[in-house]
């Protein structure tokens, strides 16, 4: 079992304009702001259903809880 940090995600669909946010997952101790911005992308444009090029990433928060992950 290793520990992750959560982060909260937010995006803007270039098409609609509509703003969401998404959790993500990364490493204990990895800087969020180092994650690679195109598996970011990649991430969020698979959830949001759309191409790579309607996600515009706004910005990052990390939760101050650790979740587990077998």
Not at 3 to 10: D, G
Not at 31 to 47: E, K, N, R
Request: hydrophobic share 45%; with cysteine; charged share 20%.
């Amino acid at each position: 079992m290793s520990e992750n940090v959560e982060v909260l995600v937010s995006f803007r669909l270039r098409a609609t304009g509509k703003v969401s946010g998404c959790p993500v997952v990364i490493p204990a101790g990895v800087d969020p702001h180092l994650v690679q911005t195109s598996d970011v992308i990649a991430c969020l444009a698979g959830v949001a259903g759309v191409a790579l090029e309607e996600i515009e990433l706004l910005d990052l928060w990390t939760k101050t809880h650790m979740v587990e992950n077998s």
